[in-house]
């Protein structure tokens, strides 16, 4: 059950729009803010630590974890299971604010539970061709995969209706600013927030 003072944060985005980025960027600046830790089936990248990207686990694991019913959320994406565990969310907003680094499908799964304080954040690049780029850029992707996240640009960005904002990232400290700005909004309804950005 949430506790009452605590938000969630949810940021998505097409691959390559940032929201990785500024999901680390909120955890650094606000203290209270703790960052969701998803389950994978895939295989960890060479800079990635198990416990603080995600926790890699075996497909049967996850299958099991579906059966018994443990996720809030969860979805399969470019071959791989990625899903949220009730057991670590509830733990964490008993403390802390939440933020969750999740797609549309994650979003859907988790607005249909009402004891969830849910603030929808969508982010979307300018153009489909600089999201290319960035993918290209970060150079941690196949040419496979690229091409694959890049087609599904047109799905994902048909979902923004479900999020409460949408947010142009062209510039990433303005794109911050924004984000800022909403959470500040969101956390004055609690007035023993102190750590609120002026």
Same mark, same amino acid.
């Given at each position: 059950?949430?506790?009452?003072?605590?938000?969630?944060v949810?940021?998505?985005?097409?691959?390559?729009?940032?929201?990785?980025?500024?999901?680390?960027?909120?955890?650094q600046?606000?203290?209270?803010?703790?960052?969701?830790?998803?389950?994978?089936?895939?295989?960890?990248?060479?800079?990635?630590?198990?416990?603080?990207?995600?926790?890699f686990?075996?497909?049967? *694991?996850?299958?099991?974890?579906?059966?018994?019913?443990?996720?809030?959320?969860?979805?399969?994406?470019?071959e791989?299971?990625?899903?949220?565990?009730?057991?670590?969310?509830?733990?964490?907003?008993?403390?802390?604010?939440?933020?969750?680094?999740?797609?549309?499908?994650?979003?859907?799964?988790?607005?249909?539970?009402?004891?969830?304080?849910?603030?929808?954040?969508?982010?979307?690049?300018?153009?489909?061709?600089e999201?290319?780029? *960035?993918?290209?850029? *970060?150079?941690?992707?196949?040419?496979?995969?690229?091409?694959? *996240?890049?087609?599904?640009?047109n799905?994902?960005?048909?979902?923004?209706?479900?999020?409460?904002?949408?947010?142009?990232?062209?510039?990433?400290?303005?794109c911050?600013?924004q984000?800022?700005?909403?959470?500040?909004?969101?956390k004055?309804?609690?007035?023993?927030?102190?750590?609120?950005?002026?």
């Open positions: 059950m949430a506790h009452d003072k605590n938000i969630m949810i940021l998505s985005s097409p691959s390559g729009a940032g929201k990785t980025t500024l999901t680390k960027k909120i955890q600046k606000y203290q209270s803010f703790k960052i969701s830790v998803s389950l994978t089936t895939r295989k960890p990248r060479s800079n990635e630590v198990e416990g603080v990207d995600y926790y686990v075996s497909q049967k *694991r996850f299958e099991e974890l579906i059966s018994e019913k443990k996720f809030y959320e969860y979805a399969k994406i470019f791989n299971y990625y899903g949220t565990l009730k057991k670590n969310v509830d733990e964490i907003v008993l403390k802390n604010d939440i933020i969750f680094d999740i797609d549309w499908q994650g979003t859907k799964q988790l607005s249909k539970f009402d004891n969830l304080n849910l603030i929808k954040i969508y982010l979307i690049t300018d153009n489909k061709e999201l290319k780029n *960035r993918l290209i850029k *970060r150079n941690q992707n196949t040419e496979y995969e690229i091409k694959s *996240r890049f087609d599904s640009f799905e994902d960005v048909k979902h923004w209706k479900d999020y409460d904002y949408v947010i142009i990232n062209k510039n990433l400290d303005i911050f600013k984000i800022e700005k909403i959470i500040e909004i969101n004055k309804k609690d007035t023993n927030f102190s750590q609120i950005i002026r």
